[in-house]
């Protein structure tokens, strides 16, 4: 593992998922009491990770609050950086002290490969701590975190590395693991800081006039670093996925010609599959840039005949898809969609997506994304150009009915 992503083994630990990753990080670092730490994070983050920092915010009493940065796709890589940038300025000028940005490898709705070298290039220039989401990450795009240099980073190894759930490569530079006093939960490997007592009155919390004594561990000393000791034994975690890594590592050498061949097969298969099944619905249509970065995944995102109400008094009309307003200002020579009510929103992608499972035995993940509805579909080694022109005839059939009302 270690040598995938070109790092120190003594830097590399396994968790049991990304979002473990991601609040063992933010639930170790100390707070300052004046109350003007903040942390960042762009407004495409993965709803568990966005619950956590709200968690954080709220437990911390005022001593941490939270920025969110907008990006409106299809933009250029630059814009987010400049945007990053302008949080960080924004932030200093009130009066807070941006502590963290916390940011993905490939966003899950959209998915679409995210700047995270440029942006964690800037965290560093800005004296901010990085914190890199890569749950959809390993096996998919390349990394060499030797050279993008993040202060953590996590992946789930159980998506496109193909090991069993749930495993995922939790990685913190020397410079900064003494800044993860504890796993989560706490357990055998955690040592006490050298100036606190181990054996705290537990009635009183007082610590006074107390011997320090330091607590049985009962795992055998290996010679390893306290960070490293503290993630080799959590609880009655299933350690069993983590010894599957490094079969996975050879199977995908010996079997399928190596990391380089599967993502170069995989980027390809999506960025083609994904125009087809546009073709197929009629829409022609995949979240793109001009520069084809967000595309340099696995994952594509297709654009669906449906559309969201609303009317032209909407203050967001303006950040709404290009081919929504198109059809609003009745321009013939757009495509044409498919208007649901705002209110059926949820009912509409629940009932699409039990219906793909239920009478076509398949699935692929809905969402809404500037009043239209998009389907992000992922080109896996198993996969070709027959299975995404399938999944486009299904998309195309529920999308038909669910325009006429067949959700309801």
Not at 37 to 63: A, M, N, Q, W
Not at 138 to 143: C, P
Not at 194 to 205: E, H, L, Q, R, S
Request: glycine fraction near 8%.
């Amino acid at each position: 593992m270690a040598s995938i992503l070109n790092v120190p083994v003594s830097t590399v630990v396994f968790v049991s998922n990304a979002t473990i990753g991601i609040n063992t990080v933010l639930r170790n670092l100390v707070w300052d009491a004046d109350g003007n730490d903040e942390i960042l994070y762009f407004d495409t983050i993965y709803p568990g990770c966005g619950k956590t920092i709200d968690y954080i915010v709220e437990s911390s009493y005022g001593r941490v609050s939270a920025r969110v940065i907008p990006i409106l796709y299809p933009c250029e890589d630059d814009a987010i950086v400049s945007s990053f940038h302008d949080a960080v300025s924004q932030s200093r000028k009130e009066g807070k002290r941006p502590r963290v940005c916390v940011y993905d490898v490939v966003s899950s709705q959209p998915g679409v490969r995210f700047p995270f070298e440029a942006v964690t290039a800037a965290c560093r220039d800005e004296g901010i701590l990085s914190c890199i989401d890569g749950a959809q990450g390993i096996g998919m795009v390349k990394l060499d975190l030797a050279a993008v240099d993040p202060d953590f980073f996590v992946s789930n190894c159980h998506k496109w590395l193909h090991v069993p759930r749930g495993c995922a490569v939790f990685y913190v530079p020397e410079r900064n693991q003494a800044l993860i006093r504890s796993t989560l939960p706490t357990s055998h490997g955690w040592e006490p800081l050298p100036d606190v007592a181990a054996d705290a009155d537990v009635a009183t919390g007082s610590t006074e006039g107390k011997k320090k004594k330091k607590r049985n561990n009962p795992l055998p000393p290996n010679g390893k670093s306290v960070f490293v000791n503290a993630f080799q034994f959590v609880g009655t975690l299933d350690n069993s996925p983590y010894l599957c890594v490094k079969d996975s590592i050879r199977w995908r050498a010996e079997v399928l010609g190596g990391e380089d061949k599967i993502m170069a097969y995989t980027e390809n298969l999506a960025r083609e599959g994904g125009k087809r099944v546009a073709s197929i619905l009629g829409t022609n249509r995949v979240l793109e840039n001009e520069s084809k970065t967000l595309g340099r995944c696995a994952m594509v995102n297709v654009a669906l005949p449906l559309a969201v109400a609303f009317d032209g008094d909407d203050e967001d009309e303006k950040e709404r898809d290009p081919d929504v307003l198109a059809n609003v200002n009745g321009d013939e020579n757009g495509v044409k969609l498919t208007f649901l009510p705002a209110a059926d929103v949820s009912s509409v992608t629940n009932w699409i997506q039990k219906t793909q499972i239920e009478e076509f035995k398949t699935f692929v993940p809905l969402f809404v994304y500037r009043g239209r509805w998009w389907a992000r579909l992922s080109a896996q080694v198993y996969l070709d150009m027959e299975d995404f022109e399938f999944i486009g005839g299904v998309l195309k059939a529920v999308c038909e009915r669910a325009g006429k009302g067949g959700y309801k």
